[in-house]
């Protein structure tokens, strides 16, 4: 539980010129003993929050200032060491040049984060003027002498995990949008993997098919297709990729699965695969906000059965008119289909699917895909080897 607390900032400073002061926060705050008996209390009037499982641990690091100077040069250290102070308890009315408010607005200047905590039995200042003062912000609290333990307690609790809140904001969105990302991806791949199910040849398919494709763009963002492919581009076609053949999940079994040749009329029902793909994603992209992804998933859909040369369905494109996506994905596909065995051939070896590839540059697929796969096969042979190794290697453990 100790490794957990370190990992908060717990650090809170209090700024008075009496040192009695200072021991009844140190024995409030940090006590151990004291620690464990205002912890069942605070939990029996306030209930949750800031709870301490472990009570021979102590809570919170309490330093002490005499003044407004000390203080400030408290923060300043702490800032340039990098372990800044979470919550400030300030005296009002001290003995020195700087009076409570005046030491505030100088800490503030160097640690605008500071929450803090007004301690005054009598003052100089009025609650409007103290407002005016400060502004009209969330960042203080005042707390009025005699200290109540409980409410000093509550109060450090509260405002050390609000400061914890606010300055890890962008960590803890990060974390939670790197959270949303992860479970997005697992569910588009189940997504694909529906359709790729029903066909027990294709199981590591859609993995080859990312991987394929990645590869691909990668290469080309050296080449004239440079100006379209950044990062964005190369994470949406990642996520992207594996719904080509989402529509298959719509074409029944008995042409899906046919061991033999097409008939024309079965080879138009397949051929609706595209569209059936393309239009489910098309009414996702309607209800979804800001996934750009599924703009590409829909054209790779659609279009990765196109041909550079327009000989291609569902709409006969050509050349520049075929997303730049869909012309990736339909060389990572039709490598992937001649390398694999399906229920109607055998896998062709890897260097004959190399040599078909290239009399297809200008005809069946882009000239400059096809460049790049040229420059990258050594990679496609890898992705390919690797996972035979994997499947080696979770047959001989099965056994």
């Known amino acids: 539980m100790k490794a957990v607390n370190e990992l908060k900032n717990k650090r809170i400073l ?34 949750g929050g800031c709870e301490t499982t472990n009570p021979i641990f102590e809570i919170f690091e309490v330093d002490c200032a005499f003044d407004g100077h000390d203080a400030l040069e408290k923060i300043v250290e702490a800032s340039r060491v990098g372990k800044p102070y979470a919550l400030a308890f300030v005296d009002m009315r001290m003995e020195s040049n700087w009076d409570g408010l005046e030491t ?70 990060k974390e939670r949008t790197t959270q949303i990302s992860e479970t997005r991806d697992i569910a588009v791949f189940v997504l694909a993997s529906l359709a790729e199910s029903r ?13 394929y494709s990645h590869i691909l763009a990668e290469e080309l963002k050296n080449s004239a297709y440079s100006e379209w492919i950044d990062d ?28 033999g040749t097409l008939t024309d009329e079965e080879f138009e029902i397949m051929k609706q695969h595209s569209i ?79 040599t078909m590839i290239k009399e297809e540059r200008g005809r069946h697929f882009d000239p400059l895909v096809v460049d790049a796969f040229v420059n990258r096969f050594d990679d496609f042979l890898q992705v390919h080897n690797l996972l035979e190794l994997e499947k080696t290697s979770i047959a001989l453990t099965a056994e």
């Open 104 to 173: 505030i607005e100088k800490l503030w200047k160097v640690q605008p984060s500071l929450q803090v905590v007004i301690c005054t039995a009598y003052s100089d200042h009025s609650w409007s003027e103290i407002a005016g003062r400060l502004g009209q912000t969330e960042r203080f609290l005042i707390l009025k002498k005699p200290f109540d333990n409980i409410e000093v307690r509550q109060m450090a609790c509260s405002l050390t995990e609000k400061w914890e809140l606010l300055n890890n904001l962008d960590k803890l969105v």
């Open 199 to 211: 066909d027990p040849e294709t199981g590591e398919h859609l993995e080859r098919i990312r991987s």
């Open 276 to 354: 059936i793909g393309a239009d489910a994603l098309g009414s996702t992209i309607r209800t979804s906000i800001g996934e750009s992804f599924l703009e590409m998933a829909a054209d790779i859909a659609k279009y990765h059965h196109e041909r550079y040369d327009g000989g291609g369905y569902p709409e006969g494109l050509k050349e520049q008119e075929i997303p730049l996506s869909a012309r990736i994905v339909a060389l990572a596909d039709v490598y992937d289909a001649l390398t694999s065995s399906r229920v109607y051939k055998l896998a062709f070896r890897p260097e004959l699917a190399f």
């Open 232 to 259: 964005k581009f190369l994470e949406n076609l990642y996520r992207s990729s594996p719904l080509h053949d989402i529509g298959k999940i719509g074409i029944p079994d008995n042409i899906l699965l046919k061991p």
């Open 14 to 47: 209090v700024v008075d010129d009496k040192a009695s002061i200072h021991e009844d926060f140190r024995r409030i705050l940090s006590d151990t003993g004291q620690t464990a008996s205002l912890d069942i209390a605070r939990a029996a009037v306030f209930g």
